[in-house]
């Protein structure tokens, strides 16, 4: 703790010693530079926002070609997966943490993708697959329920759509790769006049692989998605859009964790719908009002109901809509609204180990009515303060309060500073509260609040680099006991911290390096970060290279000192580790690239989630160690006209 304490107040002392010394660039790093809207639903400055905000840029995105939301953001310090597959597509949602907590709001241009209750999980990172039409990821760290809602205990995670250019342009992509894996997508977007569309069509097929032991893993995939925007420009800022987007696929998985060889095969059938109206009314005052439906469907061991593998039978719906309105005057930017959403279960059937079959009512809900303002008020020149309350009507645990201010100074063009203090309530999703096997009615809901300091740091026009310690603390814990019953466990204290460095060197190379800190206290009879969940540290490490027709990037993460539950100290044996990734493209004519990845290059034996057990264990005694995929690559062609 001391050395993570002392590494802490030399990143302070780095960053805002410089403050004092360097000039004002004139070419300032995108990583600071670059606009924002997640922090304070306001466009804004990296640099001048009073948050912790990582960005997955689109060139990222378009050059180490993702195959999901999760992955783009699996190098952002602070954000820990866990993934129970090669992918989240196979078996249910990975658990997205953000700063130790799972709490997490999941949006797509602004509008809630969450569907709190069809799993342990908020939403699943890992069926968003159509990455052409993302042009960015924002990551909001730490809590944001003032602005997002009462589960934005540990932050927000923002998808940014892209925007259509005029013409009409087309991208093809298909690449292959070890372990039966293909993947076939159609991009194409265009504007005409006032209309603008985006059209993304997708196949992934995937094989069994091999983890780093070697050993052979089931799983089969066969998944397809399709997503339409249509949009029409109003003129003067103001526009009106349409989204549609389907997700379907078939897989089989092993059934107790890497080493078993029963296949349990499962389906997925996702969509959504939106309608988002956008305008500026005046140069003072611009509205936003959006109307979503979320459903998705999630049916797993359905080969083998009445065995002893349990049947999951499972649908929901969220559906909402949000109105926000922002107000700028010489020194106040006001922003409020409304937001309404509803869980519902439209299907849930449980088939037991003894063959019993458990059910919930069709139509099971709750609701959240809620209504947010907060002022941004510039006092001078430099300091800022943002006070904001939030009402929210839960229609089971009734209503709650959740205030929040924040004081920043912006000490010159280079440096900002920020101190934030932020309260959050988390109430029991559908799966917490009805599940049949795993849920409890009698549950409360979750509390507490965050305190944080933060610097955004521009040392040159080269190099910039943001640091944000936190303390978080919460009562009546939302987690699950030794049977995985939903249950609530006390309280709790989270401490941590994220730094990261960016460095331009020349015209050609790039580097970052980010590392974080967590350490969530322990109750009685368990390890520390939720019993051995989280690791205690990671560091992030990024390495690219661009000439005039070839880029390459290397990408390492290493993790450190995640020991898993404490009654199984066989993980201690695994808990650090390195995994490295490798991406390439070559530009060879106009259009046209050829790429390349190599994934796990030393092919490193790990987990994201085995916490029972040791992985050799027999698998008649649950081990439910779930090996990620070893040494694996990936070759494509993509084409753009």
Do not use: C
Request: aromatic share 12%; net charge negative.
């Amino acid at each position: 703790m001391k050395k993570e304490l002392l590494a802490a107040s030399l990143a302070v002392f780095a960053l805002s010693g410089g403050a004092f010394s360097v000039e004002a660039s004139e070419a300032p790093v995108y990583s600071l530079d670059g606009i924002v809207v997640t922090a304070s639903r306001v466009p804004e400055k990296k640099m001048d926002s009073n948050a912790d905000v990582s960005v997955v840029t689109s060139k990222e995105i378009a050059e180490k070609h993702y195959d999901d939301v999760s992955e783009a953001i699996r190098h952002v310090p602070g954000v820990t997966l866990a993934g129970y597959s090669a992918s989240a597509q196979n078996y249910s949602t990975n658990q997205v943490y953000i700063n130790g907590s799972s709490n997490v709001v999941v949006l797509v241009d602004g509008m809630r993708k969450n569907t709190n209750g069809i799993t342990g999980a908020s939403a699943n990172l890992g069926q968003l697959v159509d990455m052409d039409s993302v042009d960015h990821i924002e990551v909001l760290k730490g809590s944001a329920s003032t602005l997002y809602g009462s589960d934005a205990q540990g932050g927000v995670i923002n998808i940014i759509t892209k925007t259509p250019k005029e013409g009409v342009h087309t991208m093809l992509t298909m690449s292959f790769g070890n372990e039966d894996k293909e993947k076939y997508n159609l991009y194409n977007e265009g504007r005409e006049g006032n209309v603008f569309w985006s059209v993304e069509a997708g196949k992934e097929l995937m094989g069994d692989f091999k983890d780093g032991w070697g050993r052979r893993v089931i799983n089969h995939l066969n998944a397809e998605h399709y997503n339409v925007k249509l949009g029409y420009d109003l003129g003067n800022d103001s526009d009106i859009v349409f989204n549609y987007g389907k997700y379907k696929s078939h897989y089989t998985r092993p059934d107790a964790g890497s080493n078993d060889k029963t296949a349990d095969k499962g389906k997925k059938d996702d969509d959504s719908i939106s309608l988002q109206y956008k305008a500026k009314i005046n140069d003072r005052l611009s509205n936003r009002f959006s109307i979503y439906r979320n459903r998705t469907t999630f049916k797993d061991n359905y080969n083998l109901a009445g065995s002893w593998p349990t049947l999951w039978d499972m649908a929901m719906k969220t559906t909402g809509f949000s109105d926000q309105l922002i107000y700028t005057m010489d020194r106040h930017t006001i922003t409020g609204g409304v937001d309404w959403y509803k869980d519902e279960i439209t299907r849930y059937h449980n088939i037991s180990s003894y063959g019993t079959e458990l059910a919930v009512p069709d139509g099971t809900h709750v609701s959240d009515t809620a209504f947010y303002l907060q002022d941004k008020i510039d006092v001078t020149d430099k300091w800022n303060v943002t006070p904001g309350v939030r009402f929210d009507h839960h229609s089971r645990f009734g209503n709650h309060t959740s205030p929040s201010l924040s004081v920043g100074y912006k000490q010159n063009e280079n440096t900002n500073y920020y101190v934030n203090y932020k309260t959050f309530f988390v109430a029991p999703n559908l799966y917490q509260l009805y599940s049949p096997l795993y849920g409890r009615k009698d549950l409360d809901p979750q509390e507490g609040n965050t305190v944080e300091f933060g610097v955004n740091h521009r040392f040159s026009d080269s190099l910039s680099g943001t640091f944000n310690v936190y303390h978080t603390h919460a009562k009546n814990i939302l987690t699950y006991d030794e049977a995985y019953r939903a249950t609530n466990s006390g309280k709790t204290d989270v401490n941590g911290f994220n730094i990261s460095l960016d460095k331009e060197f020349g015209p050609h190379w790039e580097a970052g390096i980010g590392y974080s800190y967590l350490h969530a206290r322990a109750q009685d009879g368990k390890n520390i970060n939720l019993d051995g969940t989280l690791p205690e540290s990671t560091l992030h490490v990024d390495l690219s290279y661009k000439a005039d027709r070839f880029d390459a990037s290397l990408s390492g993460r290493g993790v450190m000192n995640r020991y898993g539950k404490k009654k199984y100290p066989e993980m201690r044996d695994y808990a650090n580790y390195w995994v490295w990734d490798l991406a390439a493209n070559y530009h060879f004519t106009k259009g046209a690239t050829l790429f390349a990845r190599l994934n796990n290059i030393f092919d490193q034996f790990y987990t994201d989630v085995g916490t029972s057990y040791g992985p050799d264990a027999n698998p008649a005694y649950y081990q439910y160690w779930y090996s990620a995929p070893g040494r694996n690559f990936e070759v494509g062609l993509q084409y753009q006209f």
